[in-house]
Structure formats: structure tokens, C-alpha cells
């Protein structure tokens, strides 16, 4: 068994590897799926969002408007640790019981941590592999502005709560360059897969 992080920046196409990944055969485990799964409505993760940060922050059914608390939480690094401190340590229960159960059904699987801020979090150690999906600063901020019709000055807001991709690409021991073609990005990604699969067949010796 092999288990890799995968982490990017915003707007940089984590998600069409983590989906490439998938598609080739990986186990990929989604951290922000993860997270939603934690606050829902009446369990002991939402509660604890709705005492830190008040009713302000739910929608007319009840539920967490994830728009409100993210424009909450972007514009004060104070306010983001608080929901960083709820948030982790329900997600890293939940990856860890996962990887724990796909390991004893497949000793040779390649599982894949999809965690966007997996070095902020600290849940880079221990991995076999970090995967970073890079793009230049520019070509960041445009593909957010675009994807999510945000304003410029927002999109920074949200780029900046974030550590630099510079830094994130040093620290990979893998790297998937998206700012060209789709085709290219998945010749990339499919080369990372094989390696990632070899590594766990050597482990079986086989």
C-alpha cells in the first residue's frame, strides 16, 4: 500500500487529477468531501461551527451556508485557525479510518489524500508521497476570478489565506504542472500513478 498527498492551490486543477487519479484506479480520498460530511446539520461538527461563529452563519434550513462561513473565515486568519482547529481533526479520524480499511481489503492499493491544505494542516506527515498541482500566480487568479465570479480583490483574499504554490511545489515530491493542455496534465498525472503503483507492488514484492 501506497498513500500519497494531493494538494494544490485554489483554482490550480487539483480536482481533474484527484479525478484522473480516481479514473486510473487510486483510491482518492476528499478531504472537503470529508469536511462536509462533519458539519452536517445536527452533528457534533456543526454544532461546535454554530457556537464559534454564531447562527449568523447557517442558511434559512439550518444547514452551514458554506458561502457565508468562507467569506467569514477568508477575511480573518483569526476566525480561520478557530474553524481550522473544528475542522482537521474530524477530517484526519475520518482519512485515517479509511486508509485503515482500504488497506486490509488491497495490501497493493494506491490511496490518494486529496486535503487542499495539506501542508497548512500539517497532515503532510507520514505520507509516502506529496503530490502538488502547480500553476503561476497569474494564471491562478484568473482561473479563480473565472470559475467561482469572484472579484479580483476577493479571489487575492482567498489565494493569499493560503500558503504560496511556490513554497507547496518546493516541498512536493511529485509535481503536475497544469498550466498547459488537459492532455498534457494527464500525461503527467498518469506517469505519477505508475510510479505510486510500482512503489506499492515492491512493498508486496511482487
Known amino acids: 500500500m501506497v498513500v500519497a498527498g494531493l494538494t494544490g492551490g485554489i483554482a490550480s486543477g487539483k480536482s481533474t487529477v484527484a479525478s484522473r487519479l480516481a479514473a486510473l484506479g487510486a483510491f482518492v480520498l476528499d478531504a472537503d468531501v ?16 454554530v457556537d464559534t461563529f454564531g447562527p449568523g452563519i447557517l442558511a434559512p434550513d439550518g444547514r452551514i451556508d458554506r458561502r457565508k462561513l468562507g467569506d467569514l473565515v477568508f477575511a480573518d486568519p483569526e476566525k480561520r485557525r478557530l474553524l481550522e ?14 486508509v485503515e480499511r482500504i488497506g486490509r481489503q488491497d495490501s497493493q492499493s494506491v490511496i490518494v489524500e486529496d486535503i487542499p491544505l495539506l501542508f497548512e494542516a500539517g497532515m503532510d506527515r507520514g505520507l509516502d508521497e506529496i503530490i502538488v498541482v502547480y500553476i503561476p500566480g497569474h494564471l491562478q487568479l484568473k482561473r479563480l476570478v473565472e470559475r467561482d465570479r469572484l472579484t479580483y480583490a476577493r479571489a487575492r483574499a482567498r489565494i493569499g489565506s493560503q500558503m504560496p504554490l511556490e513554497e507547496k511545489r518546493r516541498r512536493a515530491t511529485m509535481v503536475i504542472d497544469n498550466s498547459g493542455s488537459l492532455e498534457e496534465t494527464f500525461r503527467q498525472t498518469d506517469l505519477v500513478y505508475r510510479r505510486l503503483l510500482e512503489k506499492a507492488r515492491v512493498r508486496t514484492g511482487n
Open 34 to 49: 470529508m469536511a462536509r460530511r462533519a458539519v452536517v446539520k445536527g452533528s457534533r461538527g456543526w454544532q461546535a461551527v
Open 85 to 98: 482547529k473544528i475542522i482537521h481533526p474530524l477530517v484526519r479520524s475520518r482519512m485515517d479510518a479509511e
